[in-house]
Antibody, heavy 116, light 107 residues
Framework: DVYLLESGGGLVRPGGSLRLSCAAS????????MTWVRQAPGKGLEWVSV????????YYPDSVKGRFTISRDNSKNTVYLEMYSLRAEDTAVYYC?????????WGPGSLVSVSS | EIVLTQSPGTLSLSPGERATLSCWAS???????LAWYQQRPGQAPRLIIH???NRATGIPDRFSASGSGTDFTLSISRLEPEDSAVYFC????????FGPGTKVDVK
């Protein structure tokens, strides 16, 4: 069975930084692109970042470009999201998901709250 | 950016009825790169459909989908209370965007 589990969320002040991790199991991790998607409280879904299976390509929407960095460690079956210069509008549940087009498995999510 | 619009915003139906959800794209979605997800309260989204009409693993055949270009539809027949959820469409043809969702309430 495929499992994804995010960790590292919490309360951070505006301008602060946070690193999320997503541990994966149950599939050949390095074969698949991985994606982060976020959902603000009571809102819809927003794509945040995607990284290729080898880790050599990554993409971001303009809303986080230059502030967020996605990376992966295929030896640990883990994908990361480093978030800098956090803003109140970054407050959301952050999901990691398997896949680089559609997402066939999702983790339960990790809540990031940006507030003073 | 391809903007996705969904309607209706909310659908209230009884068990056994059929739900029809619509998703419109502001530009053509190419190569059938459209998916649907189900999100129950307090849970992560779950893939229902990919490639416009392909059911994901474990999804019952009560769920069907169709469409092309800019107009897409998800149908759920013989509704069950467990189908109560928000349903999002998602295009991966040009970058990645999601629709705002349709809430389906079955009771």
């Amino acid at each position: 069975d495929v499992y994804l589990l995010e960790s590292g969320g919490g309360l951070v002040r505006p301008g602060g930084s946070l690193r999320l991790s997503c541990a994966a199991s149950g599939f050949s991790f390095s074969t698949y692109a991985m994606t982060w998607v976020r959902q603000a409280p009571g809102k819809g879904l927003e794509w945040v970042s995607v990284i290729s299976g080898s880790g050599d390509r990554a993409y971001y929407p303009d809303s986080v470009k230059g502030r967020f960095t996605i990376s992966r460690d295929n030896s640990k079956n883990t994908v990361y999201l480093e978030m800098y210069s956090l803003r109140a509008e970054d407050t959301a549940v952050y999901y990691c998901a398997k896949g680089g087009s559609y997402y066939d498995y999702w983790g339960p999510g990790s809540l990031v709250s940006v507030s003073s | 950016e391809i903007v996705l619009t969904q309607s209706p915003g909310t659908l209230s139906l009884s068990p056994g009825e059929r739900a029809t959800l619509s998703c419109w794209a502001s530009q053509t979605v190419t190569r059938s790169q459209l998916a649907w997800y189900q999100q129950r309260p307090g849970q992560a989204p779950r893939l229902i459909i990919h490639g416009v009409s392909n059911r994901a693993t474990g999804i019952p055949d009560r769920f069907s989908a169709s469409g092309s270009g800019t107009d897409f539809t998800l149908s759920i027949s013989r509704l069950e209370p467990e189908d109560s959820a928000v349903y999002f469409c998602h295009q991966y043809s040009s970058s990645f965007t999601f629709g705002p969702g349709t809430k389906v309430d079955v009771k």
